[in-house]
T-cell receptor
Framework: DAGVIQSPRHEVTEMGQEVTLRCKPI?????LFWYRQTMMRGLELLIY????????DSGMPEDRFSAKMPNASFSTLKIQPSEPRDSAVYFC?????????????FGPGTRLLVL | QQQVKQSPQSLIVQKGGISIINCAYE??????FPWYQQFPGKGPALLIA?????SEKKEGRFTISFNKSAKQFSLHIMDSQPGDSATYFC???????????FGTGTRLQVFP
């Protein structure tokens, strides 16, 4: 059974460029989460969706960040324009319908470097 | 009040020893406490979790101890092995919500 799939795995871009990160959750999972991980701030929840609807985006750092979930099997996190301080590992996670908040399944992450 | 405080930041243990990682919380509404394990280059993975109606939960060499009155919980790794070397995160949530509040992580190194 495939886990959470993220692409690309690595992204290097220049400041000011648009970056799009992609996520395919585990089939049948109805909640999807985007996290950012840095040494300084640890694991931060950016936004999460239930049944494709954004529920809480209070963790999104600023208007340069946006996320969409057009259907149950795909989500994107977009940064436009990107800045060096956005350099981090971005994780997508999904959760099944049953089970509590702790049962989140993380993808392998996208390592983003903004020069 | 939403924070989960985790210590130590890093831990070095010899093979066969006991690794202990501690977490504390303030929000008494939290009722679900999972631990996640993260290997370099990988995403975090759920390791073990506890609800506050029990004081201890054991799965193999991993044990969570929970002290509701002190609002503290800890992860004990018995007979630590080099393969346990990873970063460990405690977390907390209310069972019927989706948000997990993560601790800052503990980097564990087990030397042979």
């Amino acid at each position: 059974d495939a886990g959470v799939i993220q692409s690309p795995r690595h992204e290097v871009t220049e400041m000011g460029q648009e970056v799009t990160l992609r996520c395919k959750p585990i089939s049948g999972h109805n909640s999807l989460f985007w996290y950012r991980q840095t040494m300084m701030r640890g694991l931060e929840l950016l936004i999460y969706f239930n049944n494709n609807v954004p529920i809480d985006d209070s963790g999104m750092p600023e208007d340069r960040f946006s996320a969409k979930m057009p259907n149950a099997s795909f989500s994107t996190l977009k940064i436009q324009p990107s800045e060096p301080r956005d350099s981090a590992v971005y994780f997508c996670a999904s959760r099944p319908t049953t089970g509590g908040a702790g049962t989140q399944y993380f993808g392998p992450g996208t390592r983003l470097l903004v020069l | 009040q939403q924070q989960v405080k985790q210590s130590p930041q890093s831990l070095i243990v010899q093979k066969g020893g006991i690794s202990i990682i501690n977490c504390a919380y303030e929000n008494t509404a939290f009722d679900y406490f999972p631990w996640y394990q993260q290997f370099p280059g990988k995403g975090p993975a759920l390791l073990i979790a506890i609800r506050p109606d029990v004081s201890e939960k054991k799965e193999g060499r991993f044990t969570i101890s929970f002290n509701k009155s002190a609002k503290q919980f800890s992860l004990h790794i018995m007979d630590s092995q080099p393969g346990d070397s990873a970063t460990y995160f405690c977390a907390a949530s209310t069972y019927n919500t989706d948000k997990l509040i993560f601790g800052t992580g503990t980097r564990l190194q087990v030397f042979p």
